[in-house]
């Protein structure tokens, strides 16, 4: 059977080809324009009221809370519509989370043997950082006679500083916890300070410091008692790693990935 001449033509094949393409787009994009709200939505919807209110719900508060159901349903649909889930960094980072977990799930329970030889494993995880004791004088700004300060320190002689909240001793701090009160630049310098002499002054973001080093703590081996814990969260990260590594060898190759240089 011959298909009459005008449909052999391709500009006509060509339009109806296109026009069953926008058939099917309408067909798959036309119930997002509807929301349904069930029988089943709205008893959800009472039931978590009364939950969190204590209250029995009426008609005139169950039609207040389907109201806000649709308004809410409308925001997203149209948040969505508008590529908010690709620009927005905080709903991104919740779908990405929310993805990770459909795709790794919750690991099973390790054993007690897992966990050890994990532990075993990655032991430069479990070594406490460096400590370091010093004692300091705090000026909030940058004293004027500087030079002359730090050489009656030096000398054994007592300066008086601003108040600093935490005392004049710094008695074992970690390194983390320096650089959280101080900043990473006031940790860099006492970390080449020469113990038992003054030297400053230093600027950290609380103001100005004269520091002495006293002592420098090596790191300690941690015991597996002490740090099981923090062995069961990372041996665990690491089973999720594992499976969204095995899983991007599934889906990267769907899409076309530039990285610019």
Request: charged share 25%; proline share 5%.
């Amino acid at each position: 059977m011959r298909l009459p001449s005008i449909l052999r033509e391709p500009l006509v094949a060509f339009a109806g080809l296109g026009g069953a393409f926008f058939l099917l787009y309408h067909l798959s994009t036309a119930d997002q324009r509807v929301i349904e709200v069930s029988r089943a939505d709205q008893t959800s919807l009472v039931a978590d009221y009364e939950m969190l209110t204590g209250r029995k719900v009426d008609a005139a508060q169950k039609k207040v809370l389907v109201d806000d159901y649709i308004a809410n349903e409308v925001l997203f649909r149209e948040a969505i519509a508008r590529g908010m889930h690709l620009t927005d960094k905080e709903t991104r980072q919740k779908l990405t989370d929310k993805m990770r977990f459909l795709i790794a799930g919750a690991p099973a329970e390790p054993t007690e043997e897992q966990l050890i030889d994990f532990y075993s494993d990655n032991l430069d995880l479990y070594r406490s950082e460096p400590k370091v004791s010093f004692d300091h004088v705090f000026y909030q700004a940058q004293p004027d006679d500087a030079p002359k300060l730090l050489k009656v320190l030096n000398a054994g002689g007592a300066v008086q500083g601003d108040e600093f909240w935490m005392g004049q001793q710094m008695v074992n701090y970690g390194q983390s916890m320096v650089r959280g009160m101080f900043g990473q630049a006031f940790l860099t310098q006492i970390d080449r300070a020469p113990k038992g002499a003054w030297i400053g002054p230093i600027a950290s973001i609380r103001g100005v410091h004269f520091v002495r080093v006293n002592d420098v703590g090596a790191p300690e081996m941690m015991p597996y008692l002490q740090v099981r814990d923090q062995v069961r969260q990372d041996w665990t990260n690491r089973q999720i790693e594992g499976a969204i590594a095995g899983q991007m060898k599934v889906l990267k190759p769907k899409y076309a990935i530039h990285v610019e240089r």
